[in-house]
């Protein structure tokens, strides 16, 4: 093709120069910033999530006998190490039980809520239960985040029933934990009247719940209640005061909390039927898993019944579940 315009090569050359180095430029930006992006990733995986022990099933140290082994006859649940399963609704979770599960034994359960965006892996990776859980005798089971409302909390509300109809689990041992939207599922688990199970203690951390929030609803049974805010919490800024408020009136504590023997905690003292409600705040931002800092396997650890312990009747209201 020919041009009468005798310039017209050379603007063509121009602008396919100019075009190519715009091009190249932009690609480079892009490179620039998936590096910056990858290692932004790589520091938040390493400062930010647990390793080794904290994700490895552990022995543990089963009582000689217990009494209450006729409560599991029947049950199909073996030793399961992360064990991938999806709910009737279709939400994905992972069960992981002690290394040497015995189902003649009523076990406690630890159900960790995920934050926003993370599956079972990533939550058990944040949180980093899973050694000092099983270690415990606890089966502990890492259930994926879903897009939070009324009808995805009921969905969530069955999967601890779905592992009690498996598993030999003790229904007045469930304990509740999660981060940031896992926070929220721990707190509003306890109290929504579609919950299907009444756990025992709750310990949720970073919830995006406020205490006007909380207006709506009745107070549960007295319900052991460690719940964790970090002070450098800019996401949800001083949310967890006042619900911390609404759980030690709901529990009919005193008002004024006092110095609590888990750090940086306080806790609000003479709660009815002998519950424990502490609040505590860790220096973390939002992103902060503070559960360690608080020392919460340990809280759980002095709350629950005894290994050795005789089947408790009043476990009946959660067995029916079964």
């Not at 076990?107 to 099983?134: I, K, Y």
């Not at 949310?239 to 504590?253: D, F, M, P």
């Not at 898993?289 to 050795?308: C, K, R, S, T, Y």
Request: proline share 6%; net charge negative.
């Amino acid at each position: 093709m020919h041009s009468d315009n005798p310039g017209w090569g050379k603007k063509v050359k121009k602008s396919y120069k100019y075009h190519m180095t715009g091009l190249s430029a932009v690609t480079t930006t892009y490179i620039v910033l998936l590096v910056v992006l990858a290692l932004a990733a790589a520091w938040i995986y390493h400062n930010y999530s647990y390793r080794g022990f904290h994700l490895e099933a552990q022995v543990f140290a089963y009582p000689l006998s217990d009494k209450s082994a006729d409560a599991c006859v029947g049950k199909t649940g073996q030793l399961a190490d992360h064990l991938r399963r999806r709910s009737a609704g279709d939400i994905p979770y992972s069960v992981t039980t002690p290394a040497n599960y015995r189902g003649d034994y009523r076990h406690p359960l630890l159900v960790v809520w995920a934050p926003s965006g993370f599956n079972p892996s990533l939550s058990e990776r944040f949180t980093g239960l899973t050694g000092q859980a099983t270690a415990r005798g606890y089966v502990v089971v890492y259930v994926a985040s879903v897009p939070l409302g009324f009808k995805a909390l009921k969905s969530l509300a069955g999967i601890p029933g779905e592992v009690m109809k498996d598993w030999c689990i003790d229904a007045e041992r469930v304990y509740y934990t999660g981060h940031s939207d896992g926070g929220t599922v721990s707190n509003a688990l306890a109290v929504l009247p579609e919950r299907q199970i009444q756990p025992m203690v709750i310990a949720p951390s970073a919830m995006g719940i406020q205490a006007s929030d909380m207006e709506a609803y009745s107070c549960p049974r007295p319900t052991h209640v460690m719940l964790m805010h970090n002070l450098g919490d800019n996401h949800f800024p001083d949310y967890g005061a006042g619900v911390a408020q609404w759980w030690a009136a709901c529990n009919r504590c005193e008002a004024t909390p006092v110095a609590a023997t888990y750090p940086e905690c306080v806790e609000f003292p003479d709660c009815a039927e002998q519950v424990r409600t502490l609040y505590c705040q860790a220096k973390g931002n939002h992103a902060y898993w503070p559960g360690f800092d608080h020392d919460m396997m340990a809280f759980f650890e002095e709350l629950h019944i005894q290994v050795n312990d005789t089947f408790d009747t009043n476990s009946q209201a959660n067995q029916e579940v079964e």
